[in-house]
Structures are given as structure tokens and as C-alpha cells.
């Protein structure tokens, strides 16, 4: 029955093909599709000997095996099953029958086509460390499978083992930066990087390291002073990973340098004030930053930076305090790698002023100030300070403790610049303001 079958399939596909037809073309045409095998005891030719697993890398098999010199054939079909065949005792080959499960996954069209690789139906799709079962059948000429055949049981190779050699270099500004030994399986394609702030997870997958030899990964962390745990997969080309290692391992960033402490001042010069403070433990700073806040009424304007202080000097002259000015002051230390201190305790310092007092006269106003506060200062300009107009210059005095002023309105705003007797401008000339009363 099984040989009138396949004169017909044969007569068939020589109507179809033409009286051109080999023994090549009746193979392929007879196999092309995946269906029941079909075997016939009348080619029941020699099994291939020397059947083997020439590798299992790459989530395929592939196989060798020697040809067979008798007989009719045209070729082999390789079968598979998956796991380990329990109806596949032939010792040696001789006839093992018609195995329901078995499954056409391969055909060479020669009595000399003795590779062959088994992909799978895709890529990777025989997966990692899984169990097959092969069976390769010669058949002849006229397409006809014998029931004699070879088997072994073949193992993909398996997933990848565990990268060993895991270290972290801690204390560096906000990253951590992970190495390890390369895995020796060729098969690995790089490695899962898994991070945690516990040792109990769950472990956030953070990065892929690309390439077997790719070894280093710099994890950024946003933080100072931050605690992190990791673990390192290996992974195929294909996605498939090992387990984690085993034990985690712990990371910690850089602190940033501690706040200054000890912040003084000096403020008994006229329109100066001296800051000085503790100097820091650190040995990587790069520099101080001196921060102030003018106060306007009830509350503090926002601060601003007004000068950067080497790190091996911890003093500050602010030379623009105004006559009895209340100012804020904060400072902060910043390291080599850019990291910021929190800023000091605050400072207020309300500056030195000369007493200044209007006095109306017949012709306008006096402008007095305490000599015994100028400090040696003898010399004075004054202007009216005008939102709109350009300021005005009202008067100056030299040697003396009082200027004369013109008439002025309820409200106006005065600026008097101070200087030496010679009016030495070597130096900011220490500023006051009044208001002339009445105004709003």
C-alpha cells in the first residue's frame, strides 16, 4: 500500500514537473512540507553510522554523521523530537519504526550530504540547555524514506553561568563603578546590570553592558553619600541569562563637604564688613563661596554669590555694606569633583553708620554726620537718587562735618559718598542714604 502510494505521489509530480524530473527534484518535492512519514520496507537501506553532535552552541545542533556507500540513496531525513526518545531503541539502527512523534526538521539532497544544523522553526527558538532527539533516515532515488536509521540525544548548550569577579569602587561622586571577570563562554553577548538601595530588593535592571569583553560599567547615581547594592547577569545573544550573583554588592557615593563652621564678622569699619570662619576637614576642596542677602523692611532679599575664597584662606572683606546696612551672610565649601556643602548658619551683620541727620535752614536743609565715626574720612558728595531723571549732584564738603542742601521735597532719597581728605578713590568710597522726612 505504502509503494502504490508513492508511485502515485511520483507519477504525480511528473506531470506536474515534466519528464525533466531527478531524483534531486522528487526529494525535495516530496519533503518540502512538514507531514506524517511515510517509510517503505522496500528501501530499507543501510543506516548512517558514526552518527554525532559536532556542536550545541547558538541554540542549535549540528550534526555529523558518515555516508553510506550501499545502496540506492539519494540523501538522508533528519527527524526530531523533543527530550529524550523512549521509543527510539534501536540498537544500532536497524528498525525502530514509525515514531508518531517525530518531526521532519531537516533533508540533505546527497548520498554525500552527511551536516547538518538544526535552527530551529527561528532563531533561538530551540532555546537554552533543552533535550532533543534525532533520527536520520537515508532514502533513494525514488524518494522513498527507509525505516533504518541512526538516533542520538542531543543537549542545546546552556544558558550562561554566573559572572564571576564582581567588584565596585565606592566614594566617587555620584556613580558607582562596577568590574568583573569576562565569562569564557563564547556564547555571551554582554551582561544585565541590577541595582537595589537594599540588599532585599527588588533588583531594578538599570543597563546592558554590550560585548563579552566589556567588562566596566559607571552607574550614575543622583545623590551624595547614597547607598546602592548590584548584581551582574550574563546574557546570549538570544536574551537568555544566568542567574544573579549571588551575592550583592554594596556601593556608596561620595559625601559632599561638610558646611563651613565658626562664621564671624567684624563690622566696626565704615562701610566694611570682615568675614572669617573654621577651616573645613576636607583635603579636595576647590573653593568657598561667601553668599549675601541685603535686608529690605521686614524680611531678606534672596541671596546672591559676591566672591569665590581659595580654599587655604578662610576670610572675607565686603567692601559694598552701606552706612548701618543689615546684610545676610552664608558660605559654603565646594570639592575638586563639584560637589556643594550645605550652606552655613546664617550671619546678620548691620554695618557701621555716621549719624546722618537733616536739619531744615532758611534756604534748604544741613546735612550733619558724627566725625567720630568717619574714621578719618573727610570728605563728602551727595546726590538726590531720581527713578526716572537722571541722579543729581547736590553738594560736597571737605574737612568738615556738615554740606548745605537746596530746597527739598517730603520723600526724596539721598546718597552721601565718603572719601579721604584728598578724595583718595583708590577703594570704593563707603556709601550712606537718608530720606528727607515727611514723605511717604
Known amino acids: 500500500m505504502a509503494r502504490n502510494t508513492l508511485v502515485i505521489a511520483l507519477a504525480a509530480l511528473a506531470v506536474l514537473t515534466g519528464c525533466g524530473i531527478t531524483a534531486e527534484k522528487v526529494a525535495t518535492k516530496l519533503f518540502e512540507a512538514d507531514k506524517t512519514i511515510v517509510y517503505d520496507r522496500s528501501s530499507d537501506l543501510l543506516p548512517p553510522e558514526g552518527l554525532r553532535v559536532t556542536s550545541n552552541a547558538d541554540r542549535q545542533i549540528s550534526l555529523a554523521w558518515d555516508p553510506v556507500l550501499v545502496g540506492d540513496v539519494a540523501g538522508y531525513a533528519i527527524l526530531r523530537t523533543s527530550g529524550p526518545s523512549a521509543k527510539d531503541k534501536d540498537n544500532g539502527g536497524a528498525t525502530a519504526g514509525n515514531d508518531p512523534d517525530a518531526r521532519r526538521v531537516g533533508l540533505t539532497t546527497s548520498r554525500f550530504g552527511t551536516v547538518f544544523t538544526d535552527e530551529g522553526d527561528s532563531p533561538g527558538s530551540l532555546g537554552d540547555g533543552q533535550t532533543y532527539s534525532y533520527r536520520v533516515h537515508p532514502y533513494d532515488t525514488q524518494g522513498r524514506i527507509s525505516r533504518s536509521h541512526a538516533a542520538l540525544t542531543a543537549t542545546t548548550e546552556p544558558k550562561p553561568g554566573v559572572p564571576a569577579g564582581l567588584q565596585v569602587y565606592s566614594n566617587l561622586p555620584r556613580k558607582a563603578v562596577l568590574s568583573w571577570t569576562p565569562s569564557e563562554e563564547r556564547a555571551v553577548a554582554g551582561y544585565g546590570v541590577y541595582r537595589c538601595p537594599t540588599m532585599a530588593g527588588p533588583w531594578e535592571h538599570v543597563a546592558f553592558a554590550d560585548g563579552r569583553l566589556n567588562t566596566v560599567y559607571e552607574d550614575a547615581i543622583p545623590g551624595d553619600l547614597r547607598v546602592m547594592y548590584y548584581r551582574i547577569t550574563a546574557v546570549n545573544r538570544f536574551g537568555g541569562e544566568s542567574e544573579m550573583t549571588e551575592s550583592p554588592i554594596r556601593a556608596v557615593t ?35 563661596e561667601v553668599w549675601r542677602s541685603a535686608k529690605k523692611g521686614a524680611d531678606f532679599a534672596p541671596e546672591v554669590r559676591i566672591a569665590t575664597v581659595d580654599p587655604g584662606k578662610q576670610s572675607y572683606a565686603d567692601t559694598a555694606v552701606g552706612c548701618g546696612e543689615t546684610v545676610r551672610y552664608q558660605v559654603r565649601a565646594l570639592d575638586t569633583d563639584g560637589l556643594e556643602s550645605f550652606f552655613s548658619e546664617p550671619l546678620e551683620v548691620t554695618g557701621p553708620d555716621l549719624g546722618l541727620a537733616l536739619a531744615p535752614t532758611p534756604t534748604g536743609f544741613e546735612l550733619r554726620w558724627d566725625p567720630a565715626r568717619a574714621g ?65
Open 376 to 440: 578719618g574720612l573727610t570728605a563728602a558728595r551727595v546726590r538726590e537718587l531720581r527713578s526716572i531723571l537722571p541722579d543729581r549732584e547736590l553738594a560736597s564738603a571737605s574737612g568738615a562735618d556738615a554740606v548745605a542742601l537746596p530746597p527739598l521735597s517730603p520723600g526724596t532719597r539721598l546718597e552721601v559718598a565718603f572719601a579721604g581728605a584728598a578724595g583718595d578713590a583708590s577703594s570704593a568710597p563707603p556709601v550712606c542714604q537718608i530720606t528727607v522726612p515727611g514723605g511717604s
Open 254 to 288: 561620595k559625601a559632599e563637604p561638610l558646611p563651613p563652621i565658626g562664621l564671624a564678622a567684624d563690622a566696626r569699619k565704615l562701610g566694611e564688613v570682615d568675614l572669617h570662619w573654621a577651616p573645613n576637614v576636607e583635603t579636595d576642596l576647590r573653593t568657598y
